[in-house]
């Protein structure tokens, strides 16, 4: 790479440049890959690639379905010269809202498993966010890995993201790093060395009062049994989307105008899509929901 860098910046000539772009297709997309791009719209939401018989090969969201596509069609990999080669139509469904798009994605991928799509048809998940009692009387939490029968908190698409959760999750709490698994020791843990931890590590702090404060993020971290409505864009300015949780279960999403009044569950239901409620669509909805804080949610 060195070397090729090096002739790169000796070639004032920009030969080389020219030689690989003449023998590069990517730099000479084909009329019909144009046409189809510029009559997609820069906007968020769900598109599909269609061959000439109108089969779905690949299903995919974006914030910008203009700019994605234009990547597909650039793309040198052996997937995008596939699909290069057998696209005859890009269909779109606009969203606004991310969340909308990703769940939407996440099933339609499932319903009509695209040829292209193989990688998104597995769980997009593999570690999860549990909670025991020890025998002090203490909620413990620990970072372990995914499985169908052991039920969770929240999800997280790698060891690493739920140890960085849990790290945040120390400081904006003022929780043990022993309790959460984060420092292995017999004794106390750093931050109590530090005075960062009130002794809950060393039973100073009563699991009453520590018990309190990992409760709080328990309940923010997880919508089990709760009744919400998520509050993202539309799509238009006049507009919002609602994702309805009831019962701790996800029900679907619907969008509605900002005279509407949805803080009625009635209401709200005849508004929404119904969707499918799954382990990915609920991993779907906590990550949005870490990433995006200032989202609204409403409790019905």
Do not use: W
Not at 69 to 98: L, M, P
């Amino acid at each position: 790479v060195k070397l090729f860098q090096l002739l790169l910046d000796k070639d004032t000539q920009k030969n080389i440049i020219q030689e690989s772009i003449r023998k590069e297709p990517k730099f000479q997309m084909e009329p019909k890959l144009i046409d189809i791009v510029q009559d997609l719209p820069s906007i968020t939401g769900v598109y599909y690639i269609h061959k000439s018989n109108g089969e779905i090969i690949y299903i995919g969201k974006s914030k910008n379905i203009k700019n994605r596509v234009n990547q597909h069609f650039t793309g040198t990999s052996a997937k995008s010269k596939r699909i290069q080669k057998q696209v005859a139509a890009v269909t779109y469904e606009a969203t606004g809202s991310e969340l909308v798009a990703l769940l939407k994605e996440s099933e339609e991928i499932k319903k009509t498993k695209p040829a292209y799509n193989r990688a998104l048809r597995r769980n997009i998940f593999t570690h999860a966010l549990y909670s025991f009692t020890d025998h002090n009387g203490y909620i413990n939490l620990t970072i372990d890995k995914a499985t169908i029968d052991k039920p969770n908190i929240t999800t997280f698409s790698s060891r690493e993201s739920g140890r960085h959760f849990l790290e945040k999750a120390i400081e904006e709490y003022n929780l043990c790093q022993k309790l959460t698994g984060l420092y292995k020791t017999n004794t106390s843990c750093f931050n109590y060395e530090v005075k960062k931890c009130n002794g809950a590590c060393i039973k100073q702090e009563p699991a009453e009062d520590y018990n309190q404060r990992v409760n709080q993020l328990l309940k923010k971290h997880s919508y089990d049994q709760q009744n919400m409505v998520i509050i993202d864009r539309g799509r238009d300015v006049d507009e919002r989307s609602a994702i309805l949780i009831k019962n701790g279960i996800f029900k679907g999403f619907g969008f509605y105008s900002l005279n509407y009044q949805i803080n009625n569950l009635d209401i709200l239901e005849s508004i929404i899509t119904p969707m499918e409620n799954n382990r990915d669509q609920q991993h779907i909805i906590q990550s949005y929901l870490r990433r995006n804080k200032r989202l609204k949610i409403i409790q019905l």
